[in-house]
């Protein structure tokens, strides 16, 4: 009884932990129309709504997964799944797996073609080529008959079927139901079944091994849905329209199940008369028989004495104790019997004296006695009750008992005339009771604790919610809490004693792999005693993936439902963290600049709002452009071009408050809003930044910027007025600025042109010098001489966006590496455009490598389309290169240049300006 109970007890808090119970069966994927997938690849079949209707109708929950038969038939013998959908009975198979009630009884039938003669038994098969589903019941009876000359195995019916209509093979054993169905649903005309059938097929459920709860909860159903007529319901969607010459839907359900259910039910009724008859006769003779002879009560008494002990013993092998008082007439002390579990109850031996004097009441909790003795009360008055109350053993031991008592009345009387009950041992039901109570009130709590990270936006509220609540929900004595920062693990919090296994834990690496993986360990004290002798304690590993893991040290080993609530709340909290990281990069991102991480101009535009407020009058508001910045991407690239916004932004940042607010503008320009600051405090500000920036080295030209200061006093005053004064100043300076930067930038231009290639002061001054002559000679005025001096120097200014391996390469170039030397003209051109004291030889700068006969580029450019000043400094540069030579090519001689200008002359130079040239040299 006490072993039942327990059963019950924990089947109910297996349920309240983990859900209802759920059964998995499978089948055949292709076996229709028992059991098989439609085209959506779902379990459909008259097997599958069998099993529907049962689990409907007894309330459990099953899943269906279909897959091949032979791989459905391992899957249940190795207890991967708990039953199959459909199984035909055989003895052998029983050895392997337990079968329910047949829910179908069918007939397995030769099927052959229409155009060869029948067949009407086994024996016609023997020399014929027979198909069989493979692994099927008929598979086994071909085998075991040594039926046909052939047989060939296949994977489903309608390939059997398929094989017989093409003349493959010669006959098909199936179930008479299931190859009428095929035929007619594959629309199979010249296929027909023999006129009797081969053999008897009862199918049924079949099971794991053992498992009598599941084939129990199977046959009640088939009997519900019978009864109801689900049954019949479901067996005429699949079959009742299926035309044989001997059946209908009708006939096949009385055939195939009610006439063999109302046989059997007949043929018990049939058995139950004749054994009662029989019974009844034998009654009849023992009783004359025992009239007759008196010695039969000697015999009577064995069998009483032997059923006594029978009971004696069941008494000491059930560990209820049970007990019966009977109320004496006399006034003397009521008769007591004991059970044997008495003593595994109390700690009392029944052997001993005291029982016969002792008073159960005296080793009742005091604080359970007056409820135990109301309850004696009201069992005296007639009725039967139960309590539950404590007792102290004789060892001292405090225990539960539960006690079912009720009162014995004299013969069939109303008068009572003693108690008789039942205590069984409680104590464990009651500690898993409590534990359970604990585990809920511990999931409630930390459910609590997940919703509060959910709403929360601050990773260290998420810590110091898993750290609260491994102290007062999980009750952790000794933790560690680690994160990891920077790829190192570093430790947050930690409660306890837990330095030495704090060592072993990062020297093994252990506690790295967990965090990396996202898997929780467990590490036994005995394997941390090998590396940390006199260790105690074993260790729980839950990580936070790629975020940190919290390590628990205990005595010994967590329980599984207590890993999985850590686990549970460290899943919350990778969540919870994960989300507030991403919310603050969604919000850095929106409202800050990727390049310089300033604020953005959004951001500063709100910012405005919160601070136009009377208290922080006067608020000043300094824009800032850099002066320049075209030109440097122009003529030192992008990259050069950001990292000059970078250091103008570090060196604002180093210059204002804490509280003053910086942004970017716009592509070149930046802004700041000073709160509580005067014109006078902002313009020393801007003094301040202005010798900040004058201390940046580091790039070719000085970093400059233009400023301007607009200050608001008034909360009255229209803050777009001070925007609008801000930006107006800082464009006059920026006039101002541009003016005196004009000659520097010419200045750098050509310097780092020297730095970056073979040219040198000399070679320039001497293109220089023979420009200035031969313009002179061919007669340019003033402007066009002055040009033609400034192109000498900087025609080949675009080489400075060219690498300075390419350029000082000694050896022959690539493919790749003469496009990146032809495009610097292009980007003289763009450098040209971007300084106002060259844009007058930009067009020049482009076409310097322009030739006559339009084969030049970048543009292909022919004859005088060519600009002039471009036809003449092209000539000077090849002269002076062919006279000065490079590392790659010797000089030549000065008739030497002349006759290869004179050879290339109508082709890549201006013929007439060779001519000229010439002419000028006087050679």
């Known amino acids: 009884m006490r072993k039942a109970f327990s059963i019950v007890f924990f089947m109910l808090l297996s349920l309240t932990l983990f859900g209802q119970m759920k059964y998995i069966f499978s089948g055949d994927v292709d076996y229709p129309p028992f059991e098989y997938e439609n085209e959506r690849g779902i379990p459909v079949g008259f097997n599958v709504d069998i099993l529907r209707a049962i689990s409907k109708a007894l309330d459990f929950e099953i899943e269906i997964e279909l897959r091949t038969w032979a791989s459905a038939r391992s899957a249940l013998e190795s207890g991967q799944i708990d039953g199959l959908l459909g199984m035909y009975y055989s003895e052998g198979r029983n050895l392997l797996v337990d079968f329910s009630n047949p829910h179908t009884?069918?007939?397995?039938?030769?099927?052959?073609?229409?155009?060869?003669?029948?067949?009407?038994?086994?024996?016609?098969?023997?020399?014929?080529?027979?198909?069989?589903?493979?692994?099927?019941?008929?598979?086994?009876?071909?085998?075991?008959?040594?039926?046909?000359?052939?047989?060939?195995?296949?994977?489903?019916?309608?390939?059997?079927?398929?094989?017989?209509?093409?003349?493959?093979?010669?006959?098909?054993?199936?179930n008479t139901l299931q190859g009428l169905f095929l035929i007619e649903d594959l629309s199979l005309k010249n296929l027909m079944d023999s006129e009797h059938p081969v053999t008897r097929l009862e199918y049924c459920f079949a099971v794991k091994r053992g498992d009598s709860e599941l084939l129990s909860l199977l046959n009640e159903g088939l009997s519900i849905i019978s009864s109801t007529g689900e049954y019949r319901q479901i067996f005429n969607k699949w079959f009742g329209n299926i035309n044989a010459e001997d059946s209908s839907g009708d006939m096949l359900y009385w055939l195939f199940f009610a006439i063999p259910v109302a046989s059997v039910v007949f043929l018990v009724l049939i058995l139950m008369y004749f054994w009662n008859r029989t019974l009844r006769r034998q009654v009849k003779e023992k009783t004359a028989s025992l009239s007759a002879k008196l010695e039969e009560e000697r015999s009577v008494k064995t069998q009483?004495?032997?059923?006594?002990?029978?009971?004696?013993?069941?008494?000491?092998?059930?560990?209820?104790?049970?007990?019966?008082?009977?109320?004496?007439?006399?006034?003397?002390?009521?008769?007591?019997?004991?059970?044997?579990?008495?003593?595994?109850?109390?700690?009392?031996?029944?052997?001993?004296?005291?029982?016969?004097?002792?008073?159960?009441?005296?080793?009742?909790?005091?604080?359970?006695l007056d409820c135990y003795k109301q309850h004696l009360e009201k069992v005296r008055s007639g009725k039967e009750e139960r309590i539950e109350y404590r007792i102290i053993r004789r060892d001292g031991a405090l225990r539960w008992v539960s006690e079912f008592s009720k009162p014995k009345y004299c013969g069939g009387g109303s008068k009572i005339k003693g108690i008789c009950g039942a205590v069984r041992d409680i104590t464990d039901e009651k500690l898993a009771k409590e534990e359970l109570e604990r585990t809920k009130d511990k999931v409630s709590k930390l459910h609590f604790v997940a919703l509060k990270m959910e709403k929360s936006n601050e990773e260290d509220t998420i810590y110091h919610s898993i750290i609260d609540a491994s102290v007062n929900i999980l009750g952790m004595e000794k933790f560690s809490l680690y994160l990891l920062y920077d790829q190192e693990l570093v430790t947050l919090e930690s409660q306890g004693e837990v330095a030495s296994v704090q060592g072993y834990l990062f020297r093994s690496g252990v506690l790295r792999d967990c965090v990396e993986t996202g898997k929780s360990a467990?590490?036994?004290?005995?394997?941390?005693?090998?590396?940390?002798?006199?260790?105690?304690?074993?260790?729980?590993?839950?990580?936070?993936?790629?975020?940190?893991?919290?390590?628990?040290?205990?005595?010994?080993?967590?329980?599984?439902?207590?890993?999985?609530?850590?686990?549970?709340?460290?899943a919350h909290a990778v969540e919870a963290i994960w989300r507030i990281r991403s919310d603050r990069e969604i919000h850095y991102v929106t409202f800050h600049d990727q390049l310089t991480a300033l604020y953005n101009r959004s951001f500063f535009e709100e910012?405005?709002?919160?601070?136009?407020?009377?208290?922080?009058?006067?608020?000043?508001?300094?824009?800032?452009?850099?002066?320049?910045?075209?030109?440097?991407?122009?003529?030192?690239?992008?990259?050069?071009?950001?990292?000059?916004?970078?250091?103008?932004?570090?060196?604002?940042?180093?210059?204002?408050?804490?509280?003053?607010?910086?942004?970017?503008?716009?592509?070149?320009?930046?802004?700041?809003?000073?709160?509580?600051?005067?014109?006078?405090?902002?313009?020393?500000?801007?003094?301040?930044?202005?010798?900040?920036?004058?201390?940046?080295?580091?790039?070719?030209?000085?970093?400059?910027?233009?400023?301007?200061?607009?200050?608001?006093?008034?909360?009255?005053?229209?803050?777009?007025?001070?925007?609008?004064?801000?930006?107006?100043?800082?464009?006059?300076?920026?006039?101002?600025?541009?003016?005196?930067?004009?000659?520097?930038?010419?200045?750098?231009?050509?310097?780092?042109?020297?730095?970056?290639?073979?040219e040198t002061e000399e070679r320039t001054e001497r293109i220089k010098t023979i420009s200035r002559d031969?313009?002179?000679?061919?007669?340019?005025?003033?402007?066009?001489?002055?040009?033609?001096?400034?192109?000498?120097?900087?025609?080949?200014?675009?080489?400075?966006?060219?690498?300075?391996?390419?350029?000082?390469?000694?050896?022959?170039?690539?493919?790749?590496?003469?496009?990146?030397?032809?495009s610097h003209p292009e980007a003289g051109f763009r450098i040209a455009l971007s300084s106002p004291e060259l844009i007058g030889i930009a067009d020049e700068i482009l076409s310097h490598h322009e030739w006559w006969d339009g084969s030049g580029y970048p543009r292909g450019l022919k004859g005088e389309?060519?600009?002039?000043?471009?036809?003449?400094?092209?000539?000077?540069?090849?002269?002076?290169?062919?006279?000065?030579?490079?590392?790659?090519?010797?000089?030549?001689?000065?008739?030497?240049?002349?006759e290869e200008l004179r050879t290339c002359a109508g082709k890549q130079f201006d013929p007439n300006l060779v001519d000229s040239f010439v002419s000028f040299l006087g050679l």
């Open 865 to 898: 389309s060519i600009p002039l000043l471009a036809r003449i400094i092209s000539i000077i540069d090849a002269y002076d290169v062919m006279m000065s030579g490079r590392p790659y090519k010797h000089p030549v001689s000065s008739e030497e240049a002349i």
């Open 522 to 570: 467990f590490i036994e004290s005995s394997s941390i005693r090998k590396v940390v002798p006199n260790c105690k304690d074993s260790v729980s590993i839950v990580p936070m993936k790629s975020i940190g893991a919290l390590v628990s040290y205990h005595d010994s080993p967590m329980k599984q439902e207590e890993i999985k609530m850590v686990e549970t709340l460290m």
């Open 105 to 174: 009884i069918l007939h397995g039938s030769i099927f052959y073609n229409k155009r060869t003669e029948g067949f009407s038994s086994l024996s016609d098969l023997r020399e014929s080529r027979v198909a069989v589903q493979k692994g099927d019941l008929m598979d086994e009876l071909v085998t075991s008959e040594g039926v046909g000359s052939e047989v060939v195995r296949v994977e489903s019916p309608e390939i059997a079927l398929r094989m017989l209509e093409n003349g493959e093979v010669d006959a098909v054993l199936m």
């Open 607 to 758: 910012e405005i709002d919160r601070l136009n407020v009377k208290r922080q009058m006067p608020i000043s508001i300094v824009m800032g452009d850099v002066n320049g910045l075209k030109i440097v991407n122009d003529a030192f690239g992008h990259l050069e071009g950001d990292r000059l916004l970078k250091a103008v932004a570090d060196c604002l940042k180093s210059s204002v408050r804490s509280d003053d607010i910086i942004a970017r503008w716009g592509g070149d320009e930046f802004i700041m809003l000073l709160p509580q600051t005067d014109a006078q405090s902002a313009e020393s500000l801007v003094n301040r930044i202005k010798k900040a920036l004058d201390q940046v080295t580091g790039f070719s030209l000085p970093i400059s910027v233009s400023f301007g200061i607009g200050t608001k006093s008034d909360i009255d005053q229209d803050f777009s007025e001070t925007l609008v004064s801000a930006e107006e100043k800082m464009y006059r300076d920026k006039l101002l600025n541009n003016i005196s930067m004009r000659n520097k930038t010419v200045e750098v231009l050509e310097r780092s042109l020297l730095n970056k290639s073979y």
């Open 304 to 368: 009483l004495s032997l059923s006594m002990e029978r009971y004696r013993s069941m008494s000491e092998t059930i560990s209820d104790y049970y007990y019966e008082t009977e109320f004496p007439s006399d006034g003397k002390d009521p008769e007591i019997w004991r059970s044997e579990s008495y003593e595994r109850i109390s700690g009392y031996s029944l052997d001993s004296p005291e029982p016969r004097e002792f008073n159960w009441e005296t080793i009742i909790h005091p604080e359970d």
């Open 774 to 822: 031969f313009g002179k000679s061919i007669g340019l005025n003033e402007a066009e001489l002055d040009n033609l001096l400034l192109l000498g120097a900087l025609h080949d200014i675009g080489k400075i966006a060219v690498p300075e391996e390419i350029l000082t390469k000694a050896g022959s170039l690539t493919a790749e590496e003469w496009k990146k030397i032809k």
